[in-house]
């Protein structure tokens, strides 16, 4: 039975005894597999050799059987590798592929391929053999190495994106600006140290708050309808606002707001950022002060320089004329003295003594008294630009009232009627608005209609962070064509008319309200009289509780809005 069966295998130096009858499965086998099989005898020779080995090394069967196994061994390797193949030989274990370190096989063009090799050992023909399986990985190595290259280049992709957000988070934590993280639904997520700092709030009291407690009760309002309608913050994306923003000990402050949605998580959030701006408007709003303080002091040169070219100069052209005329009239009775008197000499005497001299002389006291108004005046005016001023929080309802008191006696007198309604505190020198109010209210009375009763009324309102006060009357009222001059030095409407004053009431009311940063103007009253109209920084809001406490100053504007 033994002599019957076909060899499957050739021997060195034994003539090819492949088989060739399809009946024999282990040679279809052998022959069908999709790795080169080969094997090898203890002297390292070849001894079969299927037909996918040689596709893989190119040699022809014939060639490589019989050969040394080393012929296959890249040239790198083959000088020790018959220590290796007599090291295993000497204790075989059977090697499954893809087991060790990567392997290359030496093609008969001199191509080394990357390989993965299966040994098991075998006996043929009382001798020990190796079967040696060998696959050619070309294809799968390529994508190996095209798969760690995408890995490596993933890992460089992710250690610049942690660097980038350390580089981000480093930056978020430097900038002076606050920096807030908000959800959706309104909610502060995350917040840089600044924002810790300028809102005065610990970032556990932050984290978890609504972005609206930052705001004063009216831009919460607007922010929290705006959301509903339209459903989240999208409608504030790209916006630049600016509002009032709440510290935690209730002050508020002016900030530049600018808000930008992202997606972290597949979720919406918006980046707030918030820089306070009070101090730049502080600086300038004073620059603004320093130039109306300027125009200020160029409008009383301009005042003074005209008051002494003009209003200065008249009363001295009246002590001139009538002092020559006095001096006329000495001198006629110096001629009257030397002759014998005559009845018609002493009549022309009497007369000049009588009433030549005392006319002279009350228009000499007249203009002296004039010239003594004017510049009393102009050191009152001039006065009010060197008193350091007194700012405090002023309640104007009992400053009204002082003003009133010190007024009643002419009040009562002449019939007047005084309504003041409830008005809103400021921010001021008390001594100085009471000046203010007191001209405002004594103009109103100098300047009655005398056909009906004099009606003056008070009343104020706030307006974001103004208070505005307003003196209405009955009187006769200003034509439009004088509105701009009736606050100049030495103007009057009637300089001839019965109403006393030398023309700086109005004057220091503007000087002072000027000086309070705050603003004067005439218009138009309801009843056809005058409204003056005076408006006064409002005092700043004390305390704030749980954010709920109205601001009536607060206020939010888009880009383009300027400040009320």
């Known amino acids: 039975m033994e002599r019957n069966r076909k060899r499957v295998f050739v021997s060195h130096g034994e003539a090819q005894t492949q088989p060739n009858a399809p009946t024999d499965l282990f040679h279809v086998v052998v022959e ?69 370190k990567p392997l290359s096989a030496r093609r008969h063009d001199g191509v080394e391929v990357p390989i993965e090799l299966g040994l098991s050992p075998c006996n043929y023909d009382g001798r020990p053999h190796v079967l040696a399986f060998v696959r050619d990985v070309t294809a799968q190595r390529s994508s190996q190495d095209a798969l760690r290259q995408s890995e490596e280049r993933l890992r460089e992709a992710n250690e610049r994106l942690v660097e980038r957000e350390e580089h981000l988070s480093n930056l978020v934590k430097t900038i002076p600006d606050a920096v807030l993280t908000v959800d959706e639904d309104g909610l502060i997520c995350e917040v840089n140290p600044a924002a810790v700092h300028m809102l005065g709030r610990s970032a556990q009291e932050l984290a978890g708050s609504n972005i609206e407690s930052l705001f004063a009760p009216e831009v919460a309002s607007a922010i929290r309808v705006d959301r509903r309608r339209t459903e989240g913050l999208d409608f504030l994306k790209g916006a630049a606002l600016s509002a009032d923003v709440l510290r935690a000990n209730g002050e508020d402050f002016r900030a530049a707001i600018t808000v930008n949605g992202f997606k972290a998580a597949g979720a919406r959030r918006y980046l707030w950022v918030i820089r306070d701006i009070s101090h730049e408007l502080r600086y300038e709003k004073e620059r603004q002060s320093l130039v109306r303080a300027l125009e200020e002091k160029n409008r009383e040169l301009e005042s003074i320089i005209y008051a002494a070219s003009h209003d200065l100069r008249s009363p001295l052209v009246n002590l001139q004329g009538f002092g020559e005329e006095l001096e006329k009239s000495c001198a006629r009775l110096a001629v009257l003295v030397r002759e014998d008197l005559s009845a018609a000499a002493r009549e022309e005497l009497t007369r000049i003594v009588a009433e ?91 300047y ?7 009606s003056i009324s008070v009343r104020g309102s706030a307006k974001s962070r103004e208070s505005l006060y307003f003196v209405e009357d009955n009187g006769p009222g200003i034509e439009p064509a004088h509105r701009a001059r009736v606050f100049d030095m030495f103007h009057r409407l009637n300089p001839s008319g019965a109403v006393a004053g030398e023309g700086l009431g109005l004057a220091i009311v503007r000087r002072i309200v000027d000086r309070h940063n705050g603003s004067v103007r005439v218009e138009s009253g309801e009843a056809g009289g005058c409204r003056f109209v005076v408006t006064r920084p409002a005092p700043r809001l004390e305390s704030v509780r749980n954010g709920t406490q109205r601001v009536p100053h607060a206020g939010v504007q888009l880009p383009g809005a300027g400040r009320p």
């Open 356 to 446: 030549e001299v005392p006319e002279s002389l009350g228009f000499i006291r007249s203009s002296a008294r004039r010239m003594d108004q004017l510049i009393s005046g102009l050191l009152r005016l001039s006065r009010l630009g060197t008193v350091d001023l007194q700012l405090r929080r002023l309640d104007m309802n009992e400053l009204l009232s002082e003003v009133a008191r010190s007024m009643r006696y002419t009040i009562d007198q002449l019939g007047v009627k005084l309504e003041v309604q409830d008005l809103p505190p400021c921010h001021g020198d008390s001594a100085q608005l009471s000046q203010v109010f007191a001209n405002l209210l004594d103009n109103a009375i100098k």
């Open 32 to 100: 069908q597999a999709p790795d080169a099989v080969l094997m090898v005898d203890g002297a390292g020779k070849i001894v079969f050799a299927n037909e996918q080995a040689e596709r893989l090394f190119g040699y022809p069967r014939a060639q490589l059987i019989g050969s040394a196994v080393e012929m296959l061994v890249p040239d790198s390797v083959r000088p020790r590798h018959r220590g290796i193949r007599e090291a295993y030989q000497a204790a075989p274990v059977r090697r499954p592929m893809a087991a060790g």
């Open 448 to 454: 009655r209609r005398p056909d009906v009763q004099c």
